[in-house]
């Protein structure tokens, strides 16, 4: 048989799943999923491209010219390219299915040897074969969502007039003041140059002529931008050297961190609030077959969950009135509650979970427990921070308004153990034209990880970095 479709006409797999594709000639290409061959003389191949979580069904008779050499030898793993007719399916459960007029193999695998077999196996496992799990449903429905979250956040910001500004990976300074950061480096370890008095490291003898270390955040330099082009925002990689193994924490993930001038807290407030609803109405809208997966198979309230939070109107509450609730609540909280502290997990969700049922945003943070760029209240006690908690995880989102002051964010850099002339350029935009600004701080990975219901960090990002871990 001859088909008249071009080779180069290929439509994914997606798009033939739909009705309207009926009666057309198509040419699809994808990885075998199962294959059932049929005494009656054909096979039914369930094909795969990742576009689409569902697979669809490829009908191949015996009489095409392959059938026994090729067709009847591709297993689970192996890769096909069909030409053929979209036909209304007569199964239950799919719309339709290619009835195939030739079917190349592109690729065999042997069904011995391929890894992953229709069968249960587990996350850890799928873990030490990184460059085959985004084969299995649950990491390409991972790999959809992630994609469309990341889609709809550049959407949010864009319809916004808001500019995408790409901020240094490389960089001499450490926005957290918490010192757990890769050092970049190109001298020979056994051979490092030092200083002739002090023996102190001489990095003027290294690539950049200073100490430089991988960033931990974007948000200096992206208010260097915010400064001048009014609101932008960042979306890179960021990088954090904390010996943690738990399966909220990785070394590398990706953060989006807006930064808006002429913007207060309650402003900040507002845009974090509307940046989820955002995200998580895109992927209700348009990951439908992934999201009721998940909602199936990983974590059976993760649709609700997210209704719920497009649906409602954020609480908002200040620090104080937070630890006053807590520690009227009853609760017995494995960390004690008393003024001062950083909230726990645990906290946040009694707020999220059971005093309000929906989510939470605190403001007007202890000063001690926060970075020396948040603006200090009048009180002096306490600054404009503000968390965005959700039910389940707590907090999603960090922000503040930032310290326009140049007087009072000397002296909190001091506070903080931080040299002022080390930050010489972030003290001249306080000197030449200060403004109020604000921005706020969201991991990509631990909201995929909240969209999707996945335990482990580490199964939400393509390569995971985490301590001893770097493969691929």
């Known amino acids: 048989m001859t088909s008249t479709v071009k080779t180069t006409d ?14 057309k000639k198509v040419k699809i290409c994808g990885w ?90 587990s996350f850890e496992f799928l873990r030490t074969i990184g460059h ?7 990491f390409g429905a991972v790999a959809r969502v992630r994609n469309e979250i990341c889609r709809a956040i550049h959407e949010f910001f864009q319809s916004r007039g808001f500019v995408y500004v790409h901020t240094p990976i490389i960089t001499g300074s450490d926005c957290e003041g918490a010192g757990q950061m890769f050092k970049v480096t190109t001298f020979d370890l056994d051979d490092v140059p030092r200083k002739e008095k002090s023996n102190e490291i001489d990095f003027e003898q290294d690539f950049f002529g200073r100490q430089t270390n991988l960033t931990v955040s974007g948000q200096l330099e992206a208010e ?23 399966s909220r924490h990785l070394s590398e993930f990706w953060m989006i961190e807006p930064e808006m001038a002429f913007c207060d807290l309650e402003g900040d407030m507002d845009v974090a609030e509307a940046f989820l609803k955002h995200i998580f109405s895109s992927v209700l809208k348009n990951c439908p077959d992934d999201m009721n997966f998940f909602n199936q198979r990983i974590d059976k309230t993760v649709i609700e969950t997210l209704t719920a939070i497009v649906e409602s109107d954020f609480h908002r509450l200040s620090y104080t009135e937070a630890i006053e609730i807590l520690e009227k609540s009853g609760e017995s909280f494995e960390f004690p509650v008393k003024w001062g502290i950083d909230l726990q997990s645990e906290h946040e969700r009694y707020l999220t979970e059971k005093k309000f049922k929906k989510p939470v945003i605190v403001y007007d ?54 040299n002022p002339e080390e930050y010489w350029w972030y003290l001249d935009l306080r000197r030449y034209g200060t403004v109020p600004h604000a921005g706020f701080g969201l991991g990509l990975e631990r909201t995929v990880q909240f969209v999707t219901g996945m335990a482990n960090i580490r199964d939400v990002i393509p390569f995971p970095r985490a301590p001893k871990t770097a493969d691929f």
Not at 10 to 23: M, N, Q, T
Not at 132 to 138: D, I, K, Y
Not at 386 to 398: A, S
């Open 32 to 121: 075998v999923r199962t294959r059932r061959d049929s005494k009656a003389g054909f096979s039914f191949i369930e094909l795969n491209d990742g576009s689409s979580f569902n697979s669809i069904q490829v009908v191949a008779p015996k009489e095409l010219d392959n059938y026994e050499s090729e067709i009847l030898n591709a297993g689970i793993g192996s890769s096909l390219e069909i030409l053929g007719e979209v036909v209304e399916s007569p199964g239950k459960g799919q719309a339709t299915e290619v009835k195939a007029d030739s079917v190349k193999v592109l690729g065999f695998a042997d069904p011995k040897e391929y890894p992953l077999q229709k069968k249960g196996t």
């Open 224 to 246: 260097i931008y915010a400064t001048a082009l009014s609101n932008v925002y960042t979306f890179g990689p960021t990088f954090r050297a904390e010996n943690s193994n738990t």
């Open 10 to 23: 290929r439509i994914p797999v997606k798009e033939a799943l739909c009705e309207e594709s009926i009666g």
């Open 365 to 418: 943070y202890p000063r001690e427990i926060k970075a020396f760029y948040m603006r200090l209240n009048e009180d002096g006690k306490t600054v404009r921070a503000m968390d965005v908690l959700v039910p389940k995880v707590g907090e999603i989102i960090g922000g503040s308004q930032r310290e326009e002051r140049l007087d009072v964010l000397k002296e909190r850099m001091i506070d903080c153990d931080l």
């Open 132 to 138: 085959l799990r985004p084969r299995t449903n649950t």
